[in-house]
Every structure is written in structure tokens, then in C-alpha cells.
């Protein structure tokens, strides 16, 4: 039986207890018409994974593999052309199901499930061996190793959905602040924008988080535990554009309500907040 692992029940409350790890074995994967088994060679750590073994994610469960990163080869399929046109490929997964292309949200009624260690989704990357659709599948690009292209789907594809289909400020010489760039997401949003041709401003409680956001392409950043840290960031914008155009955020602290005054007034939704307007969560 291949193996896999996964969090080990033990004493304590949220927030203080930390899930050991434990080996399991897994049911030896049969593909249906549409599936594909793939053989995993590298599995991503996310922030939600740490959050999990605090027991401080929504669903986590003990005895599901975890983690929703992954890479590895396909080594058996269903009986379905669509199946089979993946056997030998190298490629990374969809990390949830439930959202495929819609670029409003999740096509799923009951969402996004991501995979690892939730009772929302019974598979994960960390494991020998996982069943998955076809349709979850992409080749690996060519130029990642197999741990590079494990580390990308989750946050990038995030990331992609803010700054692309989400942010409407995709576009050569637009303001986007993206908060706490020590974040996943926000480093995968902060390549993205920049490559976009957006002046890129950051956010972080760490100079040298900073300084290393500045060397990946942001034009300026603020450190959000300094007091006026908005105003400082307001001084960095361009001359003849001195309002953001979007706001990235995953970090929370006092950006919604410090938003409000940076971002540039929607002429279409001025009735209501700009910052509900052009403020994004993480997705
Ligand atoms: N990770 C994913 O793949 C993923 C997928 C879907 C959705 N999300 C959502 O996206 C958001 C970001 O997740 P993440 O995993 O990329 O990030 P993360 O590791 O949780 O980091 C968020 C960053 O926020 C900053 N931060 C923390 N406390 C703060 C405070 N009090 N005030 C201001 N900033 C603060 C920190 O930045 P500095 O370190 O720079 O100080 C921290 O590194 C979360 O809401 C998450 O639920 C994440």
C-alpha cells in the first residue's frame, strides 16, 4: 500500500497544541475513465500547512495526507483519451477542486476545496501516490526543478487571480500596493504585477523583507509597524500619479481602514467604499 503522511491526534487546544506527524498508508490508486495516478517526486509547504498542525485552519482532520503543492509523473490512467494523453508527463495539480476558470469565483457551490489535511478535500501532495481528474493536471514547466514547480500552484495561482482577473490594474504604469510581502501570495503577486509593467509598493513588519522586495522589482515599500507608514508610502507614487490604483491584500493589520485614503476614488462605485471596490482579500 503506498504511503503518505499526516497529522497524529494528540491533547490540546488550538493555537497551543502542534500535531505531530504520522505515516499512514493510503488505498492503492485505481483511475477511474477520467483519473490518473500520479507518482509524486516534491511536495510544497504553505502557511495554511503550519496553520494545520496548530489546528488553527478551518476543516483540519487527522489522518488525510497533507499538503496541496505538488510534483511528480503520471504512471497509470483511466481508459479516457483525455486521460491517457498524460501518461509519462511531468506535471504540477490544481491545488483544490472546485474552481476551474471562472474568474468571479469557484463554479462549486461548496467552493474551493484545497487539498491536505482538511475534511474538505481527501487528498494531498504528501504521499507517495495520488488519484486525481485529468482535468486538474498541467506539465511542469520546463525550465523548475521538480521541488521549483511543486512551490508554484497554490500561491501563483492566488496570486494570478488577484493581480489578473481580480484586480482590473493589470496594466503597464498602475499603482498596486501589495501588503506583507513576506507572504506567499504576495511575492508571487509582486513578480506578477511588476512583469505587468505595474509600479509595484509593498508593505512589511521587516527592513530586510523590504529591501529584498526592492531587488525582486518593487518600486518602493513601507514597513507597517512604523506609525504613518501610509503617509511615507504616499510620498514614494510617481509625480503626476499619486493615488494607488488597487490594493493586494493578505496580510490585514489596519489596511482596510488606512485604504480608504490611499487608494484612487472609483468614478463607477463612488456611492459606495472604493476600498470594497479595489481592495482585495486573498482568494
Ligand atoms: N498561501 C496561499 O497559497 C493562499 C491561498 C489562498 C489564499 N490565501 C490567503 O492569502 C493571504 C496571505 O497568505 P500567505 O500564506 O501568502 O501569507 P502569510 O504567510 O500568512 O503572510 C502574510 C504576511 O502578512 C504580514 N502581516 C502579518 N501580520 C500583519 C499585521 N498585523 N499587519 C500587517 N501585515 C501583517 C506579514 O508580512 P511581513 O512578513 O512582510 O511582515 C506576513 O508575512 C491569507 O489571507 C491567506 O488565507 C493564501
Not at 498541467?138 to 489578473?164: I, K, Q, S, Y
Request: proline share 6%; net charge positive.
Amino acid at each position: 500500500m503506498p504511503t503518505a503522511i499526516s497529522i497524529r491526534k494528540v491533547d490540546g487546544k488550538p493555537g497551543q497544541v502542534y500535531y505531530p506527524l504520522e505515516k499512514i498508508t493510503v488505498p492503492s490508486p485505481t483511475p477511474t475513465e477520467n483519473q490518473v495516478v500520479i507518482r509524486l517526486s516534491a511536495a510544497a509547504l504553505n502557511h495554511r500547512d503550519l496553520f494545520i498542525r496548530q489546528h488553527l485552519y478551518p476543516g483540519t482532520t487527522f489522518g488525510v495526507p497533507l499538503c496541496a503543492d505538488g510534483c511528480g509523473v503520471v504512471t497509470a490512467t483511466g481508459s479516457s483519451q483525455e486521460a491517457q494523453k498524460w501518461r509519462g508527463k511531468r506535471v504540477i495539480l490544481n491545488p483544490g477542486t472546485g474552481w476551474k476558470d471562472a474568474p468571479e469565483g469557484p463554479e462549486s457551490p461548496k467552493g474551493y476545496a484545497i487539498m491536505g489535511g482538511t475534511k474538505f478535500n481527501a487528498n494531498g501532495t504528501l504521499a507517495e501516490t495520488m488519484v486525481l481528474e485529468a482535468s486538474e493536471l498541467e506539465e511542469a514547466p520546463l525550465h523548475l526543478n521538480d521541488v521549483e514547480a511543486a512551490a508554484l500552484p497554490l500561491t501563483g495561482l492566488t496570486a494570478w487571480r488577484a493581480v489578473f482577473s481580480k484586480s482590473g490594474n493589470a496594466v503597464a504604469g498602475r499603482n498596486i500596493l501589495v501588503t506583507g510581502i513576506g507572504g506567499g501570495v504576495a511575492l508571487m503577486a509582486l513578480m506578477f504585477a511588476s512583469a505587468a509593467g505595474c509600479n509595484v509598493f509593498v508593505t512589511s513588519g521587516s527592513e530586510e523583507k523590504l529591501k529584498r522586495a526592492r531587488e525582486l522589482g518593487a518600486a518602493g515599500g513601507a514597513n507597517y509597524k512604523e506609525e504613518g507608514w501610509e503617509k511615507k508610502l504616499m510620498e514614494m507614487l510617481p509625480k503626476g500619479r499619486k493615488m494607488l490604483d488597487a490594493i493586494i491584500d493578505g496580510a490585514g493589520g489596519d489596511i482596510v481602514d488606512k485604504g480608504q485614503r490611499l487608494l484612487k476614488v472609483s468614478s463607477i462605485f463612488r456611492a459606495t467604499s472604493p476600498v470594497f471596490n479595489q481592495h482585495l482579500c486573498g482568494v
